[in-house]
């Protein structure tokens, strides 16, 4: 595939894009309207594949990296085939407690409110080391400036954040709007050079899922 054409594939909101998309309802759940389900890629083999392919062409042929670290939960799924396709080394980003060898990041804030901080293992990453940060949607920004602060911490760069749903509302929303500003948390952490991509925005996944009688918004609370 010629660079110009890897390009084109993995243009946001693009032709492939699009199609992905049209694999991603939303629901309403933990209370607000619209959590889109990574599930109905995952279930479709193809398409799958297709996400693995066009993340792993992006940084195939873009700037160097040396490992590949995904946020816990759905980066966990998400980021093993990217580093395996890559031939890079996987890096877990779990939730506090969950492992040993630690540090931790502050506790920070998602569009569903504030959570404890995010751990990593003090030998996961060598000074100088260049990071790829994968997870399934970027909304506030608050998880991928936890996930930030953590490899910065032990002397990796993190060279880009890449995610296959944006919530581009949250990238600088006008005051009157009340939305939380990732611009303005990634300015105010010192994160701001920090690049965020994103395969799909909210402008294009608008498949509202199908529910069945009796649905309930289980979700956790928040």
Known sequence: MSAENCENVYTQD????REIASHIPYFPFKGIPRFYDIGGFLSKPKVFQRVVDIFAERYRHGVPIDAVAGLDARGFILGP???????????????AGKMPNTITSAP???EYGTRAGMSIQ??????????LVIDDLVATGGTLSAAIELVKALGGVVVECACVVELKMFINPSPESGL???SKLFENCGISDVP???LISEEVAQVEAEL???????????
């Open 108 to 110: 920070y804030k998602t």
């Open 180 to 182: 939380p500003n990732r």
């Open 14 to 17: 693009g032709p492939a894009a």
């Open 122 to 131: 003090k030998d996961a990453i060598t000074k100088g080391s260049r990071v």
């Open 212 to 222: 069945p009688e009796g649905y309930v918004d289980d979700g956790e609370e928040h």
């Open 196 to 198: 965020v991509w994103a």
């Open 81 to 95: 085939p990217i580093a395996l396709a890559l031939g890079l080394p996987f890096i877990m980003i779990r939730k």
